[in-house]
């Protein structure tokens, strides 16, 4: 199997688009008053949210080509470039290094590590649940609600799920901003993925699609930009944001025969 099969099949020049959702979670949560910079320990959960999203990512493409094994015509599995057990055990690599990232979140924290780690795998069993629900239904609002949740990881990597109910009380702030940038997320995913439809019948539609994908990116950097005015302690996460941006840009140029949807 040629190392540009499996390019294909987790189509990697969209990677760059999805750890940028944990970094403006975490952003949301740390952008207002009272949590100030970023710990050592913050930015190694987060680090570690990030590579739990990027390998759920491909486990949700891996499932998705695995869904279509028999009717999308151009893909690695129908094309015999990847058989299907393989995939298979791809799909399952990535999904167990996805949740273990998401648990290894609770080694960084210096106090209520069950409670982090509990939390973490709860909301990466949310986003392989919604995952799989889309693969299955192609419903727009389910692929949008996957990136909403990708941006709750971040989010999750600093703040226990049953933190959030006191964080809404005393810091109401805080819970808004994450939760806006979820709905914003989802609704910007959702309409982009209900555009994509018929997009193999549409060479141009497909290009356009490909560049409303990597728009997330764009989207991504201006809100860590809003958030780091409010906090300049957030910098750390800016420089990121705009290091993937890069990333994209340079991996859109480098392997142009890799599709971008």
């Known amino acids: 199997m040629a190392v540009s099969s499996w390019l294909k099949f987790f189509r990697v020049v969209n990677l760059p688009t999805v750890p940028g959702d944990v970094l403006v979670g975490a952003a949301a949560t740390m952008a207002w008053g009272g949590c100030g910079s970023a710990s050592a320990q913050d930015m190694a959960r987060i680090a570690l949210a990030a590579v739990s999203s990027c390998f759920l990512y491909l486990f949700g493409l891996a ?5 279509g094994a028999e009717t999308d015509w151009g893909r690695p599995i129908p094309d015999g ?9 791809a799909r399952m690599l990535c999904l167990v290094l996805g949740v273990a990232a998401s648990a290894s979140v609770a080694f960084f924290s210096s106090d209520g590590r069950f409670m982090f780690a509990i939390c973490q795998v709860f909301v990466a069993l949310a986003l392989v649940v919604a995952i799989l629900a889309y693969n299955r239904t192609k419903r727009p609002l389910l692929m949008g609600l996957c990136r909403g949740i990708n941006v709750g990881l971040g989010a999750a990597a600093l703040f226990p799920l049953l933190m959030w109910i006191l964080v809404f009380v005393r810091a109401p702030l805080h ?6 940038v979820v709905v914003v997320w989802t609704v910007y995913i959702a309409a982009v993925t209900k555009y994509s439809e018929g997009e193999e019948l549409d060479p141009a539609r497909r290009r356009r699609v490909g560049m409303l994908v990597g728009g997330i990116v764009y989207l991504q950097l201006v809100a860590l930009i809003v958030f780091t005015l409010i906090n300049p302690a ?3 996460l800016l420089v990121a944001g705009a290091v993937l941006l890069i990333l994209l840009r340079v991996m859109r140029r480098a392997l142009p025969k890799v599709s971008a949807s």
């Open 63 to 67: 499932d998705n080509d695995i869904v």
């Open 81 to 89: 470039e990847i058989s299907l057990p393989v995939a298979r055990i």
């Open 234 to 236: 957030l910098k750390p």
């Open 175 to 180: 819970a808004c901003s994450v939760a806006a």
